[in-house]
């Protein structure tokens, strides 16, 4: 079936389109049996996680040589990615940016709109296919929620359709945010994700990553929840629904003291404060909710802890220096699983060189 | 001659100088009957317009594959290039970007003057110079009209001089958009620009792009232009004088749809109230000069419609899907067009490997 | 010894080692008996200088054909940088960028905290071991004096530490400067630096490259200075006393007319106002501090005249023309200087092709 017909079975408008469910316009952003634009966490199954950690992991031991990181950064020396960031976020950005230089491609960056042409009364879908003019991807963050889907919804429909990437949009969706915090569980824990017990932490009614991560949690066997948050931030209805609907088990607590103990992985967030609309967090006392340098003697030794970064005063500094504090190491995660991912959508993912040539 | 020699007889003095006729100083601007500095759209004649066509169409080809795309990207890897664009502009920058990313040049971005170290008090000049210091070509875009040519003038009578390529300088002159969009009509019209009816529409009083396009037009054979605007944004009388010293026929008119009939090309064109003093052009009733669906009916099945982008309202969009809508492949002809003259100024246009090796 | 041992015998608190004296901490910032981070003018000696020198040199030689340029930018091909300049700059922020161009790095440029996430209550220094995840050196200017040194003290103290090049941190530091300044006395005094008599004139009390040039004269034999300046902007006391202490003969003077005949070299610098606190330069006549065009008949054929720029109203800008007025190669140097610290740091010193192969 042709891209387009399979479009107008599904709508040929934008805004029913984006009304349907994810799981049947999935397809439309995919060519050949094969993910195209990255645009929602729903979209990577068990095989594809796997995969891209192969990958990820590959490309890490490949480069650790001088030989091997120009023959990775030979893989896409042809090619020329455009880093679209109209919403702050440096930790993002930058590892996106390294992710494209570690695979070759040259990049162009916008990163504040008003040196664009938008000034000029251009739409943001012209803007957006003009940037498509110059480049092979787009790798895109915005505040509004939807955009970067619209976009790769536009780019499929024109005549010379490139790639799109969710960096980030809205307080919806981060794929790629969800993409590293599995592989640094998948990567981090004993044996893997599988029939492990998580305990996430702190502010999970407005937390982006911790909604993802559960909904990915249904690819893996045996894994257990355990949600810990003040009573005001508690983990949204939707996710509960879709954990029960999924045979995960999950409990809700207040007690971060006890949930720690069986835990496999510590799953730390901070107080997303920007997100209020009435100071609602201002009451909160969140301290109860602070990994505290005491805890690393409770906790098991194999467990992890685990943070999206930035934090606040969420986990204590010296924590830093504990092996099972992972959390700058699952910041360079998201570089090698970006890396991954754009190199399996590029379908140069089966030539990277073998390790030790 | 020596160029300083050459340059004394034109003038020594900048504003002396600058106030002789582009014809007058030209040769100041090439090296070796080679363009150096690409400043005035008037540099380029029709030998000069006809290679650099070749090598655009050439550089796309080669491209194609990794290799060829490889083998291009190693032909000024050794060169650095600095963007100078102090002016919002995303489109042309990006072009550019791109344009020295296919050839391996290494690029310095200067897009926000308040980062600069002109607030020490620094001199313009110094600073051009500075940047100049680093760098083996500047790509300036500066609203200041004059400033681009003048950055070539210091620059041409320093001890180590780079090329000055100019990306749009105030009202007056954006020789690489009239470059591109001459390489358009060469591309897309069976059988070339020579004995084509050209129609422009819009805002030509102010447009940059349609007063070049006319100037261009003297390098080609039986060509004739219809002008279609509003009697407030009629093509100034320099315009029109120089086509009829040129013998170039041209008519003036009002009647979109009559005009259009006949067209080879139609060159749409935005309001651009943006240099507007005192809100004139807010009573025009533009909405006659604009080209919609229903007009893909009447106009010559072999035609191309062309606009140099943005556009707010003048082009439908469902105009978009007809083969004849060229403008967003215009605009990637700008990102070759560019990558051409490049190659052309480093002399390694002819270094191009052959298409499929 | 350990490095975590050594900083340990330091200090292991930051304020404690902060406070120490450079001599004293300066080992903690090498690896192997070299150069890890570059912070401090007083970490280069006669020997380093003098290899840098070579380097830099080589450099610049093998560069000058495409061959060779292609070479030099494959050493560091497999390495990425992190450009963090977060304090106007742009003659810094471009030598260092084309620097690492040159040698093949991969750059990432942070130039406006704005869009970094320590909006969202992140410290500095997790934004900068953020940073620091995705990358292989820092290159660093910030406003704060001794932030640079920090963020080195956190790299090394972290389990995978990057090098940290100190860019120009607060009024303290700007170690590169002085090793260009050094490097241009090296290249265009005949005989090199030793026996020289260097003029230094201006704002010598807050003028940062004065002072560190003075320092590292201590490497040199026979040197003897002479300081111009206005009684209100004399050299600070603590920079005589060093003079004094290393046996190198100074006098401090007003009247440049006759300190400029027997000099070597002539530094110029601007008056460096913007460090005002209630206007106190306001009153200088500076312009008895100035070298104008009729000064070039009364200094020495071989002398050089530097300025580390911007500058203002110092130097005629006649004077360019003349053989003696090197800034604009002293910036060039610049360039060189830091591209052959970045490959020392790296360990590709030895590794730069012959030229001419």
Chains 1, 2, 3 share one sequence.
């Not at 890396?339 to 990277?352: E, N, P, R, S, T």
């Amino acid at each position: 079936m042709k891209r387009t017909a399979l479009m107008t079975e599904v709508s040929r408008n934008w805004d029913e389109f984006h009304a349907t469910d994810i799981s049947q316009k999935a397809p439309f952003f995919s060519r050949e049996g094969r993910l195209y634009d990255c645009l929602f966490s729903q979209q990577f199954d068990r095989k594809l996680l796997d995969h891209l950690f192969t990958v990820a992991d590959r490309l890490r031991q490949v480069t650790g040589t001088p030989e091997g990181a120009a023959a990775v950064a030979r893989l896409l020396a042809h090619k020329r990615a455009m880093l679209y960031f109209v919403q702050p976020s440096t930790r993002t950005f930058l590892s996106f940016l390294n992710a494209c230089h570690i695979l070759g491609l040259k990049t162009s960056e916008i990163r504040d709109t008003t040196t664009s042409s938008e000034i000029k009364g251009e739409s943001p879908e012209d803007t957006v296919r003009t940037f498509s003019s110059y480049v092979d991807i787009i790798i895109m963050r915005h505040p509004a929620p939807g955009f970067v889907e619209k976009t790769a919804w536009v780019m499929n429909r024109a005549k010379r359709p490139v790639p799109v990437v969710n960096g980030g949009s809205g307080k919806d969706q981060h794929p790629t945010q969800a993409l590293l915090d599995v592989y640094t569980l998948h990567r981090s824990l004993p044996g893997g994700v599988d029939d492990k017990r998580l305990v996430m932490v702190g502010d999970l009614k407005r937390g982006r990553t911790v909604r993802s991560l559960s909904y990915l949690m249904k690819n893996y066997r045996g894994v257990s929840l355990t949600f810990v948050s003040p009573p005001e931030l508690r983990m949204e209805a939707d996710i509960l629904e879709f954990l029960r609907r999924h045979d995960i088990p999950y409990q809700e607590t207040e007690d971060f003291a006890s949930a720690m103990i069986g835990a496999d992985a510590i799953y730390m967030t901070r107080i997303q404060d920007e997100h209020d609309v009435r100071g609602e967090s201002r009451g909160v006392d969140y301290a109860k909710f602070h990994f505290k340098a005491e805890h690393l003697k409770v906790i098991k030794p194999s467990a992890i802890i685990m943070h999206p970064l930035p934090r606040r005063h969420e986990i204590e500094l010296s924590v830093d220096e504990d092996d099972r504090a992972v959390y700058w190491r699952q910041e360079r995660n998201g570089m090698w699983a970006r890396a991954a991912l754009i190199a399996y959508i590029f379908g140069v993912d089966g030539d990277i060189p073998e390790p030790g040539r």
